[in-house]
């Protein structure tokens, strides 16, 4: 056998093909090339085949899959090999970031445990060199304090840190390819920018090539060399990323781009597009008021308790909606879900039309949660798989006792027909929809006893563009049609710009500005919202900045 050259592909990927039993493939017919070194985005809605064709790499498709075609990395024939044969390969040469760090990291074993087994796994190493290797993972993907991390379990981690945690161990033995499987989709955009530049740096440093897989056209746009666009298993279109940006030749190319949203550059004066609809200004009843409202988690006993949320005060009208943004940990979701009444309050005061939402007796309280309702970040974790769609649905209707079997019946049609989904998916289970599907179906869920506040949180985080572009849609009809007034939870700023009509940017728990979306996003009074807005990736390879230093760890 030859000896490799510099300008050999790594992988090589010709006419793959992967079924189910199913009528249409999973994958069509997919080739690609990756060269060592090079940065190539997989990009495409759910269910294009984007992971499907990553995972057919190391062997890691589901039961009952089928893949024909090759796969060679350098000149050896990775498909059909055995799980004996390709554990060669697994982690050594080839390495897997996924894109949920939870699931992928054991909660019962520490950072340090997981580092040094991913590097006994393949190589004798003994306790003092496994040692030493993890920290220095821990210092190359920059996490802060690696020593006591070592000791760290995955949930005293935040998702960022996580996340690098998941990306040392695919570093563990200085594999030639990262198959990246949408590793920034649930980050913050501080984080994000973070993760992205820590590739790149990486990249640089060590050769490493990556394939891509990421719905975010705007991290195709700041780290990516090439890009492939995937439609229901088949390759509609390649190239070069500013030339397909530039120039997108394909009608499916052009509608991914086209769903992007964008935010106004930083002292532009135009306003947002207006995707809900204008409600009642300052004055009468608010929806919710948050009056210098404090949380803390953890025993206050030997000075255990940190604060969430300290001195909030904020005001939503009816029918109107609030956006929040900041980093993991700046108290998000914990103000969204204080305003449900889902976390204690410590200090302060927390009305929903006009009542004390913390003074009410157990009978009013219940009344009152009828009128909120919660949309989480994943459906498919906030539905019961057990449970059908209509049932789902209907669910709420039933606790509460409203109408007759009748009634609730012709209720769940209506929701399913008002968030566009055909009524034929009533006795479907949850698993059955796309996420999507999913995400519509627990919107419908929450709207199903009308409430007059929505609080959602993370909404659109895990969606395509596309299909963000139509849950969105969806979400400023129904505001408009309903009226009801929502907290919107979101990282991502183009979104909270477009769906909200005021913002309120948090930091380590306080409120650090707030105001109308367009005067907040075009012009930033605060160094930290200055600097949210900074790190956004943006859409347009032509604004890709380099990094020029190492960011101190």
Request: aromatic share 4%; with cysteine; glycine share 8%.
């Amino acid at each position: 056998m030859r000896e490799p050259t510099v300008t050999d592909p790594l992988l090589t990927i010709e006419h793959l093909a992967i079924s189910f039993a199913q009528p249409r493939p999973a994958v069509n017919d997919v080739s690609l090339r990756i060269a060592p070194g090079e940065v190539l985005a997989l990009v495409g809605e759910s269910g294009s085949g984007k992971s499907m064709t990553a995972r057919a790499v190391l062997g890691l498709l589901p039961p009952g899959a089928r893949a024909s075609g090759s796969i060679r990395f350098r000149d050896e024939e990775l498909l059909g090999l055995d799980d004996a044969a390709l554990s060669r390969f697994r982690g050594r040469r080839v390495a897997m970031v996924f894109q949920e760090p939870q699931t992928a990291l054991n909660p019962v074993r520490t950072v340090g445990w997981q580092i040094r087994e991913a590097l006994r796994a393949h190589g004798r190493v003994d306790r003092g060199q496994a040692r030493s290797r993890a920290l220095e993972l821990l210092r190359q993907v920059e996490i802060p304090d690696p020593e006591e991390r070592l000791g760290y379990y995955p949930h005293q981690l935040s998702g960022g840190q996580k996340q690098r945690v998941v990306l040392a161990l695919a570093l563990a033995n200085e594999p030639d390819l990262l198959l990246a499987d949408e590793p920034t989709t649930a980050l913050d955009v501080t984080v994000q920018a973070e993760i992205l530049a820590l590739l790149r740096r990486v990249r640089d440093r060590t050769g490493t090539s990556i394939l891509l897989i990421t719905h975010n056209m705007g991290v195709v746009a700041e780290i990516a060399d090439r890009v492939m666009v995937l439609r229901e298993g088949d390759v509609v279109e390649e190239g070069e990323t500013g030339s397909l940006f530039a120039d997108p030749r394909h009608p499916y190319t052009r509608q991914l781009l086209d769903s992007v949203l964008r935010l106004p550059a930083q002292g532009e004066a135009g306003e947002p597009v207006q995707l809900v609809a204008p409600g009642p200004g300052p004055g009468g009843t608010p929806a919710l008021r948050f009056t210098d409202v404090h949380v803390r988690y953890g025993s206050s006993r030997r000075g255990r308790a940190f604060p969430a949320v300290t001195g909030v005060s904020l005001e939503l009208a009816p029918g109107r909606v609030l956006g929040l943004v900041g980093e993991s940990g700046s108290g998000k979701t914990t103000l969204g879900r204080l305003a449900a009444g889902l976390v204690p309050l410590a200090e302060g005061r927390v009305e929903v039309g006009g009542r004390d939402l913390f003074a009410l007796p157990a009978r009013q309280l219940r009344e009152l949660r009828r009128d909120l309702a919660f949309v989480h970040q994943d459906p498919e974790a906030s539905l019961d798989p057990r449970m059908s769609v209509g049932a789902s649905i209907r669910e709420p209707l039933d606790i509460h006792g409203v109408g007759t079997p009748a009634e609730r019946r012709r209720r769940v049609h209506e929701l399913l027909e008002a968030v566009r989904l055909p009524v034929d998916i009533v006795d479907r289970r949850p698993r059955a929809l796309s996420g999507g599907q999913r995400q519509r179906v627990a919107l419908a869920r929450a709207l199903v006893l009308r409430p007059s506040l929505l609080v959602a949180d993370e909404p659109t985080s895990a969606l395509d563009v596309s299909v963000q572009a139509d849950v969105l849609a969806l979400f400023r009809a129904l505001q408009q049609e309903l009226g009801f007034a929502c907290v919107f939870i979101s990282h991502d700023l183009a979104v909270v710009h477009q769906v909200a009509d005021e913002v309120a940017v948090l930091r380590r728990g306080e409120v650090v500005e707030s105001g109308p979306v367009s005067q907040v996003f075009s012009r930033p009074r605060h160094d930290y919202t200055r600097a949210l807005l900074a790190a956004v990736p943006v859409p347009d390879p032509a604004a890709r900045v380099e990094p020029s230093v190492e960011v101190a760890s």
